[in-house]
């Protein structure tokens, strides 16, 4: 199918065409020594992105050559990125906080001769794997002078000048490796078009948004939902970006960089939620009746609504918590946010309704690496709440029912459209597998469609599986629930061909503090992990929070209770959050079977 590229249609028209409208308007800030945010200008940019494809190509890079990074969020990104689009050559991004064996494996997989990294620390580590990098050329350092040193690339550059090359929509643009929840990663191909498509339809769907918004930067750009909806859209609309120092400082960062706009993960907003009902649970007397109150308001408010209906003592309540509470939940956000774009997992709907009642609209979106990442998204004008929303412009979604079990309303997601990666680099036979005859994507989710075409996940192709009575479990819809509980930090669900579920569970220690102190517990994770009152606490929030809400067979009927969190650097979670679930059954295995010992 022929599809539609309006201009720009390519990455390197999309940021020149954006430092020429929007010149003196800041781009991207960053925290100082001092805390405060500084702020750079599109012309500045634009001027670094051009010195540093001047050095670039000085440096030898050509058209299709494979350019590396790794670094986080930052400015320098940003000019990396952009300067080697404009050399027609390809951008690997990878991740600071990522295992060498994988750096090793991504710098050789995807050939690249050209590496920045953002520290003398990263640069002495890759060093010392380069024998085994036959193709790697040179490694600069962002945080350097001199030689070596991007400042130095950027000086060559600018004594050297190079135009910049427009590449054609097919073109390869960036290679982002999967995060690799099984097996090695995989190099997907992402061409110009695949990005600019998708910027264009989200525009479509956010036509509001303009030169006086600004996005706090919490998701890594290496993954593609943070480096297109970031850093692509916000640019392509003259838009600034405020680089959160670290996860924990997001409520800090928000109150200085005061963003309109968010591009988040539900369990952003799941923990604020969990902490401000902890927060009025300790505080107690009227700021907890005002929330309470505000919270039923709001619902009645909503409900009322819908049938075209108002009632004057439930707007006088909500007016009143509004005024005395909800206003300083919104001051902790800036002041000045009004919506955000969720992805990765569908928001709670009760929470998605709490943060639209005070005036936070968080809007479902859903897409995968592949697929650039957006594929349908939820908006102002076409919001529904407990939907990952519709197809965005010129992408079709296909229900495989072939794969569902008899009696089922869903199937496996396909995706159609000019978001669709180019393929798995050095990967045909994985190509082959995800890919329709007809230039569909399997998602390997599986989901359904309503009658207005909102589409619903309902979950994971390969991590569902049958229980002893044949009764099909989808893991992650019951870890997402549990998880929105304060006291639990992540959680693993486990029952593949048992009798029942078990659940692996890490307490969230932070919350449990005041737990221990007021009963004389030691604080330390071990010990809260191992008491038997904080895991009978638990165990029956779990059960109680899932009751109405899932099968009686699939609520866990025993517990495992640990003191070591998931995380990328233990190999339990992926750089994006998500389970590596093999990696947790083959470390916990011995004592998940205990657990099924009659």
């Not at 401000?276 to 700021?287: F, I, P, R, S």
């Not at 304060?486 to 029952?495: A, F, K, L, Q």
Request: with cysteine.
């Amino acid at each position: 199918m022929a599809y539609r590229y309006d201009k720009p249609d390519n990455l390197v028209d999309l940021i020149e065409d954006s430092v020429k409208a929007y010149g003196e308007r800041p781009v991207f800030g960053t925290k100082n020594t001092q805390g405060d945010y500084e702020w750079v200008t599109y012309r500045e940019l634009g001027d670094r992105i051009d010195n540093l494809r001047g050095g670039l190509a000085g440096a030898g890079v050509q058209k299709n050559d494979a350019v590396g990074i790794i670094a986080n969020n930052r400015t320098e990104w940003a000019i990396c990125a952009f300067a080697t689009y404009g050399l027609g050559a390809r951008y690997i991004p990878m991740y600071e906080n990522e295992l060498e064996k994988i750096w090793k494996y991504i710098i050789n997989d995807s050939g690249i001769k050209w590496l920045l990294v953002s520290s003398a620390e990263i640069y002495e580590k890759v060093m010392a794997f380069k024998d085994e990098t036959p193709a790697l050329e040179k490694v600069f350092i962002i945080d350097a002078t001199g030689e070596n040193s991007m400042a130095e690339l950027e000086r060559q550059g600018k004594a050297n000048p190079v135009k910049s090359i427009k590449p054609e929509p097919s073109d390869i643009a960036v290679l982002i490796y999967t995060s690799g929840t099984t097996g090695s990663p995989k190099g997907v191909l992402l061409s110009h078009g695949n990005f600019t498509t998708n910027v264009a339809a989200a525009k479509k769907n956010y036509p509001e948004l303009g030169t006086d918004d600004r996005a706090l930067s919490i998701l890594p750009w290496a993954h593609s939902f943070g480096q297109t909806g970031e850093l692509y859209c916000f640019t392509h609309v003259g838009g600034s970006v405020g680089f959160v120092e670290n996860v924990t400082t997001i409520a800090e960062d928000m109150g200085k960089v005061k963003p309109t706009f968010l591009i988040a993960v539900p369990k952003v907003f799941n923990k604020i939620y969990a902490g401000l009902g902890a927060k009025m649970n300790e505080t107690g007397g009227l700021a907890k009746m005002l929330f309470t109150m505000g919270v039923e308001s709001g619902k009645k408010r909503r409900e009322l609504a819908a049938e075209g209906k108002s009632c004057f003592l439930t707007d006088l309540k909500f007016k009143m918590a509004d005024a005395i509470v909800f206003k300083k939940i919104r001051e902790r956000f800036g002041g000045r946010l009004t919506g955000s774009i969720s992805g990765s997992a569908t928001m709670n709907v009760g929470i998605s309704h709490f943060f639209s009642d005070i005036g936070v609209k968080v809007y479902d979106c859903y897409g995968l690496t592949e697929t650039t990442p957006a594929v349908t998204m939820n908006c102002p004008i076409a919001h529904r709440p407990g939907t990952v929303g519709r197809a965005i412009d010129q992408v079709r979604v296909e229900i495989d029912p072939v794969l569902s079990e008899e009696g089922s309303d869903d199937g496996e997601i396909i995706v159609h459209g000019p978001n669709v990666m180019q393929g798995y680099h050095n990967n045909p036979e994985a190509t082959k597998e995800v890919m329709t005859e007809d230039g569909g994507f399997r998602t390997g989710d599986r989901g359904r469609l309503d009658e207005d075409g909102y589409l619903y996940i309902t979950g994971r192709i390969k991590e569902q599986y049958k229980l002893v009575n044949g009764k099909y479990v989808f893991p992650a819809a019951l870890e997402e629930e549990i998880k929105l509980l304060p006291e639990v930090e992540t959680v693993m669900i486990y029952g593949d061909g048992r009798d029942y579920n078990v659940a692996l569970v890490v307490p969230d220690f932070e919350v449990l503090e005041k737990y221990a102190r007021e009963n004389n517990l030691p604080d330390d994770p071990e010990a809260l992990a191992g008491n038997p009152d904080v895991q009978e606490m638990i165990s029956n929030a779990v059960s109680d929070g899932l009751k109405g809400k899932f099968g009686g067979y699939e609520i866990p009927r025993k517990f495992l209770f640990m003191s070591e969190t998931f995380s990328s650097e233990n190999g339990m979670l992926t750089q994006t959050m998500k389970l590596k679930r093999r990696n947790v059954l083959e470390r916990y295995m011995p004592e998940i079977e205990s657990l099924y010992v009659k």
